[in-house]
């Protein structure tokens, strides 16, 4: 059983950087069939696809994040991370990240997901 857990959310003014965590645990052999992303949802609004790591590290990003996100995994730590750079208010959200062994892009139909991380951002 493949179990996600975040951390790094936080309040930040615009313009300001976070990154966040994500550790990957009980993936085992998986781990290096298992397509990765970043999601997140704000109040009022359906879950969005931000980034996504597939298996052979093809990184894909919402048009909304391009430039100011990036998204990256230590293999040796399974840890995922997303550093967010240039923050704006509607970055605001709960972030989660996911991971499944198809190939959905920003689809949330993910298996496992975590079990989110706030990033509020300050005009």
């Known amino acids: 059983q493949v179990q996600l857990m975040e951390s790094g959310g936080g309040s930040v003014q615009a313009g300001g950087s976070l990154t966040l965590s994500c550790s990957i645990i009980?993936?085992?052999?998986?781990?290096?069939?298992?397509?990765l992303g970043w999601f997140r949802q704000a109040p009022g609004k359906e879950r969005e696809g931000v980034a996504v790591l597939d298996t052979s590290s093809v990184t894909n990003y919402a048009d909304s994040v391009k430039g100011r996100f990036t998204i990256s995994k230590d293999s040796a730590k399974n840890v995922l991370y997303l550093q967010m750079n240039s923050l704006k208010p509607e970055d605001t959200a709960t972030y989660y990240c996911a991971a499944d062994s198809r190939v959905l892009a920003f689809s949330t139909e993910y298996r496992y997901w975590g079990q989110g991380t706030q990033v509020t951002v300050s005009p």
């Open positions: 009980g993936v085992g052999g998986r781990r290096r069939s298992l397509l």
